[in-house]
């Protein structure tokens, strides 16, 4: 099944409209009301969200998949991690880890999304 990225980035730009990050759990039943296609929340999201933080890193955005974050962990799953040029290496230190992805989140809840994401993007696989 392909995923729609237009889809799950306008899931991610209401999140960050409302100064929210949200679980996997969350992003599946938007995307299910959205497109009535359910993706179990784990394991199928990380090509997609992968994906989606390159094509907005290139236009210059923040990494704004690193507003789906782990239940019960609040912060990103370690595929998240070094996926993007924006985004660094999973840190070691936990506190360093926090501190890296509370910087990111604010950057996203700051920026001024487009309605759309902001280059031409094909389905992802």
Known sequence: MKVSLEAVYSILIEWARKGSAQT????SHEYYDITGEWLEPHGNWDHPLG???NLVCSAGCPPITALVVLKGKNEPGGDFWGCAPNVPARPKDEMVRLGEWVRMTNECFAHSWTDSVPAKIEQST
């Not at 996997?24 to 992003?27: E, F, G, H, I, K």
């Open 24 to 27: 996997y759990t969350d992003l």
């Open 51 to 53: 994906e989606l933080a």
